[in-house]
């Protein structure tokens, strides 16, 4: 795909890719049927004692051990829980959370406020709602623990607001916008994060909306979802050409993804769709049509705001913080410095599970944010059949220069936890 230089572009958007190898595989066939973390954490406060550091999300209480576990059903490492309950998106100084309100004031100015709007929605949730219940295949490729923190085996942090699609429907809403922090495990270059935010949005129909316009509500639907997101797209970048590309989504038939030319590229915006008929179904809602779209605001903020590098977006470096005030969508940022980066190679002998995922996660568990880009320059098989792979790994801050003794220590580490967590042979 083209227009894929900003940000990350769907994980959804391809059927049912099978699994890569992972290394944290499920194997167990013992495992506790556990619900989501709301209910269980709910149920284990009556006899815990309070904890300290317990994070409160949507009126959930967490503690890190409901969260991060030593288990082979856990993958959360303590840098992800860090990022848990720092809700990016309802700053109102910070670039995510002006743009969401961007995208609110257009929902309620062309809506009349008839949008519900959830943002802080407990970004736990069950296997079931991340994926069962928007219909992802269970032969999905973004099921894998080597692309989806799971908490246990039927707990995830969610890798996308359709997570909440199928609950708020049920509950009987027809209008709504979610937006929320995401969790995925990639790989580590300017514009991929574990972490990001997204919105969704869902609008249900009654047959009445599409029946007096002669249209089939299929396509009535299609129709209103073009022009709603396609306004969106101008409140936000103003007058710019855009192009609808037809994609998959398991979610949504027929699906979309909204492009846009600006800045001399095509950018892909958002995917959306018609809402599949069997999630309305489940939801009790027969007889209805309803769009659904989603966006990713770090894509979007990045070009709207010009923010270089995704890591930035978690500074709390008053340089960069400072530069934002509530409500200006797309001041520009202006780069207090530029730090040089620093590269450091290492290869080493692969084995069937390794995953780039899952070296990506060891350098970001040393290095941080300091972690700028981890990429595959040299690859061969010999003659034995022995896989090798060069990775440079290049360290840059944002903030500060780094001293050649840090960088040589991060790098020991690096390797020392590569060697002994991926079981791979270093050269
Ligand atoms: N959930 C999708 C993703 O994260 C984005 C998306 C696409 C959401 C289409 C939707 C939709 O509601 O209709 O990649």
């Not at 079931?128 to 973004?142: G, Y």
């Not at 085996?153 to 996308?160: D, E, F, K, N």
């Not at 070296?359 to 003659?383: M, P």
Request: negative net charge; contains cysteine; charged residues 25%.
């Amino acid at each position: 795909m083209a227009a894929m230089s900003y940000a990350r572009s769907t994980l959804f958007s391809k059927p049912a890719l099978l699994f890569r190898s992972f290394t944290f595989s499920l194997t167990c066939s013992s495992f506790s049927t556990s619900s989501a973390l709301s209910a269980h954490s709910s149920r284990r406060q009556k006899w815990r004692q309070p904890v300290v550091s317990a994070l409160d999300l949507g009126g959930v209480k967490i503690a890190k051990d409901d969260v991060v576990r030593d288990d082979p059903t856990n993958n959360v490492p303590d840098t992800i829980y860090a990022k848990l309950g720092l809700q990016l998106h309802r700053r109102d100084q910070h670039p995510l959370g002006i743009l969401k309100n961007a995208i609110f004031d257009y929902f309620d100015t062309i809506y009349a406020n008839k949008f519900d709007k959830f943002d802080n929605l407990c970004p736990i949730v069950s296997v079931k709602a991340n994926f069962d219940d928007v219909l992802v295949p269970p032969d999905h490729v973004s099921r894998s623990y080597n692309d989806t923190y799971y908490v246990d085996s039927q707990t995830v942090l969610r890798c996308h607001t359709s997570a909440h699609q199928a609950e708020l429907l049920r509950k009987g809403h027809t209008h709504f916008l979610v937006t929320g922090d995401v969790y995925r495990r990639d790989s580590i270059d300017s514009t991929h994060y574990p972490v990001f935010h997204q919105m969704e949005g869902v609008r249900v129909f009654s047959p009445d909306e599409w029946e007096t316009s002669g249209l089939d509500g299929t396509l009535y639907a299609a129709s209103d979802l073009k022009k709603c997101l396609e306004g969106l797209a101008r409140h936000l970048f103003g007058a710019v050409e855009m192009r609808w590309i037809d994609t998959y989504f398991p979610f949504t038939d027929p699906s979309f993804e909204l492009e846009i030319y600006f800045q001399e590229k095509w950018l892909e915006v958002l995917g959306c769709g018609v809402t599949e008929q069997e999630i309305l179904r489940r939801s009790g809602k027969t007889d209805n049509v309803a769009w659904a779209f989603g966006l990713g605001l770090e894509r979007l903020a990045m070009v709207l705001f010009d923010i270089p590098d995704i890591r930035l977006f978690w500074s709390s470096d008053e340089r960069f913080t400072s530069q934002f005030v509530k409500g200006q969508l797309g001041v520009k940022f202006k780069p207090f410095s530029k730090f040089p980066p620093c590269y450091k190679d290492m290869s080493f002998w692969i084995n069937d599970s390794f995953t780039e995922n899952n070296l990506c996660e060891i350098v970001r568990g040393v290095a941080g944010d300091l972690a700028e880009e981890v990429q595959l320059i040299d690859n061969f098989t010999n003659k034995k059949g022995m896989t090798s792979h060069c990775y440079r790994i290049a360290y840059r801050s944002m903030e500060r220069s780094l001293t050649d003794e840090e960088i040589n220590e991060l790098q020991w580490n690096v390797r020392d936890q590569v060697e002994k967590k991926l079981n791979v042979v270093l050269r």
